[in-house]
T-cell receptor, first 115, second 113 residues
Framework: GAGVSQSPRYKVAKRGQDVALRCDPI?????LFWYQQALGQGPEFLTY????????KSGLPSDRFFAERPEGSVSTLKIQRTQQEDSAVYLC?????????????FGQGTRLTVV | GENVEQHPSTLSVQEGDSAVIKCTYSDSASNYFPWYKQELGKRPQLIIDIRSNVGEKKDQRIAVTLNKTAKHFSLHITETQPEDSAVYFC????????????FGSGTRLSIRP
């Protein structure tokens, strides 16, 4: 497709359930980023991939959060044993060069609600 | 730690007037400063960016200024229109981390008719 695609758009999970969020970046984009956006807040960095390598995961809030990009294209963000505080919009972004000092294109996000 | 502060958090201006949003950053090595516009329920979209080797950049009604010495940068929107109503985020690329953009907390801009 022409842009960054994320699925599902909406996800309701029961507390304690595992979830997996998918990101399809723009074809050929080297860099891929995950952000968490709480209601009324700016996006908070979670993790960064350059191709298949996860170069920075300093923003992952706990060991319940795990991200992968095994073939350097599609990425999955997995959250185990979801908690209510995990409720947020999860945004994926990609850019075309190896460092993020050029335009990053965002997906429409996945809104996760933990009940 | 690394930080981007953004002010004001909300801004209401009369249609046709100018709007100014200000941000400061903590890492003097930052070299790229994008601004994103996010409409309700939609993805953030880049509206303008500036690199550290210039002090000002303009694109029609939108301009951004950068003061590297003071470590602050500003977004200026002139002749505001109703479609400018949205949340605006400033951001700074932290060269030292070489990996991530840090976002400000956002400014909700409302244009009064």
């Amino acid at each position: 497709g022409a842009g960054v695609s994320q699925s599902p758009r909406y996800k309701v999970a029961k507390r304690g359930q595992d979830v997996a969020l998918r990101c399809d970046p723009i074809s050929g984009h080297v860099s891929l980023f995950w952000y968490q956006q709480a209601l009324g807040q700016g996006p908070e960095f979670l993790t960064y991939f350059q191709n298949e390598a996860q170069l920075d995961k300093s923003g992952l809030p706990s060991d319940r959060f795990f991200a992968e990009r095994p073939e350097g294209s599609v990425s999955t963000l997995k959250i185990q044993r979801t908690q209510q505080e995990d409720s947020a919009v999860y945004l994926c972004a990609s850019s075309s060069v190896g460092v993020m000092n050029t335009e990053a294109f965002f997906g429409q996000g996945t809104r996760l609600t933990v009940v | 730690g690394e930080n981007v502060e953004q002010h004001p958090s909300t801004l209401s201006v009369q249609e046709g007037d100018s709007a100014v949003i200000k941000c400061t950053y903590s890492d003097s090595a930052s070299n790229y400063f994008p601004w994103y516009k996010q409409e309700l329920g939609k993805r953030p979209q880049l509206i303008i960016d500036i690199r550290s080797n210039v002090g000002e950049k303009k694109d029609q009604r939108i301009a951004v200024t950068l003061n590297k010495t003071a470590k602050h940068f500003s977004l200026h929107i002139t002749e505001t229109q109703p479609e400018d109503s949205a949340v605006y985020f400033c951001a700074a690329f932290l060269y030292s981390s070489a990996s991530k953009i840090i976002f400000g907390s956002g400014t909700r801009l409302s244009i009064r008719p």
